[in-house]
Antibody, heavy 122, light 107 residues
Framework: EVQLVESGGGLVKPGGSLRLSCAASGFTFSNAWMSWVRQAPGKGLEWVGR??????????DYAAPVKGRFTISRDDSKDTLYLQMNSLKTEDTAVYYC?????????????WGQGMLVTVSS | DIRMTQSPSSLSASVGDRVTITCRPS??????LNWYQQKPGKAPKLLIYAASSLQSGVPSRFSGSGSGTDFTLTISSLQSEDFATYYC?????????FGQGTKVEIK
């Protein structure tokens, strides 16, 4: 059974930093493309960014609102995905989901974690 | 960025009703269209990918159709567990974008 478990969320002040982790199990993590998707309170879904597998060059892509501030990385030896968030803004307040990202060409988000709330407030 | 427009934004329906939700991208996306269901306080769940392929384990009352700039999610006979918010999402190009959601409520 595929499981994705996020951790590391919480309250942080504007301008601060936070790192989310996503522990994966039930599939071959090293072969997987992974994404982060967020959802502000009461709002819709927003793709944050993606990291490809080592085989595909560990390439990363980011949405414009987070580019230059957020960094996605992975540790295949620990089956863990990370989201390093710097220079946080109040508008980054959201539930952050890690997802598996289909690598067959259709690029849908097939499995999701339970989500982790990040609150940016003074 | 490709803008995704869903309609309606919300609807009220009864158990057993046939429900149709439309998604229109701002440019042609071939069949790179996926549908998700989200219940309150829960993570989204993939229902349909590549416009019309049913994700494993999803009931057959869910179906998707369309290509280009016009897509539809249909629930053939609404069940109580289907009351939720539904999102379309394009995977044609980055940034991948979602529709604003359609909330399906009990009539």
């Amino acid at each position: 059974e595929v499981q994705l478990v996020e951790s590391g969320g919480g309250l942080v002040k504007p301008g601060g930093s936070l790192r989310l982790s996503c522990a994966a199990s039930g599939f071959t993590f090293s072969n997987a493309w992974m994404s982060w998707v967020r959802q502000a309170p009461g709002k819709g879904l927003e793709w944050v960014g993606r990291i490809k597998s080592k085989t595909d060059g560990v390439t990363t892509d980011y949405a414009a609102p987070v580019k230059g501030r957020f960094t996605i990385s992975r540790d295949d030896s620990k089956d863990t995905l990370y989201l390093q968030m710097n220079s946080l803004k109040t508008e980054d307040t959201a539930v952050y989901y890690c997802t598996t990202d289909d690598s067959s060409g259709w690029e849908y988000f097939d499995y999701w974690g339970q989500g982790m709330l990040v609150t940016v407030s003074s | 960025d490709i803008r995704m427009t869903q309609s309606p934004s919300s609807l009220s329906a009864s158990v057993g009703d046939r429900v149709t939700i439309t998604c229109r991208p701002s440019q042609s996306i071939s069949k790179y269209l996926n549908w998700y269901q989200q219940k309150p306080g829960k993570a989204p769940k993939l229902l349909i990918y590549a416009a019309s392929s049913l994700q494993s384990g999803v009931p057959s009352r869910f179906s998707g159709s369309g290509s280009g700039t016009d897509f539809t999610l249909t629930i053939s006979s609404l069940q109580s567990e289907d009351f939720a918010t539904y999102y379309c999402q394009q995977s044609y190009s980055n940034p991948r974008t979602f529709g604003q959601g359609t909330k399906v409520e009990i009539k």
